[in-house]
């Protein structure tokens, strides 16, 4: 079992940065290859980002390629988005998610966060 817990999530202008973290407890954290995906209002939950388990293998939504990294911390058990030049398309909750591989389909991961928020205004 695996507990999630994402914060950093807040309110940006266009153009800003955020950077979002994923804290994971137990100790089969590296045991897990991790995702970032969201969900905006009235749309399906979307990959975003994900890392393989040992943090190798990086893989991004093409919406985010060149904007977004992911990477992971396996000595804090944390997973970490960082955001750059966001847009309101980027608007959304904001979860992460662990599962055997990195892969963008939501329904492949086991164990997810609450979410957070993640709004940026024009």
């Known amino acids: 079992q695996v507990q999630l817990v994402e ?3 807040g309110l940006v202008q266009t ?3 955020l950077r979002l973290s994923c ?7 590296s045991s897990y290859a991790m995702g970032w995906f969201r969900q905006a209002p009235g749309k399906e939950r979307a990959f975003v980002a994900a890392v393989s388990r040992g943090g190798g293998g990086t893989y ?3 919406s985010v390629k060149g904007r977004f990294t ?5 000595a804090k ?4 988005l960082q955001m750059n030049s966001l847009t309101p ?6 979860y992460c998610a662990a599962g055997v591989l990195p892969t963008s389909n939501p329904t492949q991961y086991m164990f997810w966060g609450q979410g957070t928020q993640v709004t940026v205004s024009t």
């Open 7 to 9: 914060s950093g999530g």
């Open 15 to 17: 153009g800003g940065s």
């Open 23 to 29: 804290a994971a407890s137990g100790r089969t954290f």
């Open 60 to 62: 991004y939504a093409d």
């Open 70 to 74: 992911i990477s992971r911390d396996s």
């Open 77 to 80: 058990n944390t997973v970490f």
């Open 89 to 94: 398309e980027d608007t959304a909750v904001y």
